[in-house]
């Protein structure tokens, strides 16, 4: 596809239950990036990918939040234990690489804990 | 520890007037500094960039900002608004140094036909 892709798009879970959102990011795009958009708030820095590895995590709240990227292209963001402050827009970007400054973003999941 | 201030929550214009949507940044090198429009139910849209070179940019729609660095801002305009104009703005700084984007709370522009 043409863009960053994020699913799914909405996603209903309970209290203490795992979840796992996915990003598909621009084809050929090295740098990958995790914000949270709580409500009301700008997105708010996670964690950053450069190829396989987590180049900068220290966005994540806590250890039940965990991010792969296996082979450098799709992500998966892990969130275990899940609390209803958990709750928000979790939303992916991309970049050419880390030292190409502009990040285009995917459409996000929207993410509620009941 | 860098930082956005967007010191308006919203910003009502009639159109065909210009727009102004606030921006101040804090950063402890030199910043690259964003624009986003984010309509409902959409992801964040790039608008412009400022990275180094000229302090006024211009982006998409017609809009542009001019980086000020003795007053540490980067305000977003527009000489006449437009209704589809309205929608949510995100100011973004990175430092230099590293990879994390900075955002503000956003402001809400709407503009009155």
């Known amino acids: 596809g043409a863009g960053v892709s994020q699913t799914p798009s909405n996603k209903v879970t309970e209290k203490g239950k795992y979840v796992e959102l996915r990003c598909d990011p621009i084809?050929?795009?090295?740098?990958l990036y995790w914000y949270r958009q709580s409500l009301g708030q700008g997105p708010e820095f996670l964690i950053y990918f450069q190829g396989t590895g987590a180049a900068d995590d220290s966005g994540l709240p806590n250890d039940r939040f965990f991010a792969v990227r296996p082979e450098g292209s799709v992500s998966t963001l892990k969130i275990q234990r899940t609390e209803r402050g958990d709750s928000a827009v979790y939303l992916c970007a991309s970049s050419l690489s880390g030292q190409h400054p502009e990040q285009f973003f995917g459409p996000g999941t929207r993410l509620t804990v009941l | 520890a860098q930082s956005v201030a967007q010191p308006e929550d919203q910003v009502n214009v009639a159109e065909g007037n210009p727009l102004t949507v606030k921006c101040t940044y804090s950063?402890?090198?030199?910043?690259?500094l964003f624009w986003y429009v984010q309509y409902p139910n959409r992801g964040l849209q790039f608008l412009l960039k400022?990275?180094?070179?000229?302090?006024l940019v211009k982006g998409s729609y017609g809009f542009e900002a001019e980086f000020n660095k003795s007053q540490t801002s980067f305000h977003l305009k527009k000489p006449s608004a437009l209704v589809s104009d309205s929608a949510l703005y995100f100011c973004?700084?990175?430092?230099?140094?590293?990879?994390?984007?900075?955002f503000g709370k956003g402001n809400q522009v709407v503009v009155i036909p």
């Open positions: 950063v402890s090198g030199n910043p690259y």
């Open positions: 973004a700084v990175r430092d230099y140094g590293n990879n994390r984007l900075a």
């Open positions: 084809s050929g795009h090295t740098a």
């Open positions: 400022y990275i180094t070179g000229d302090n």
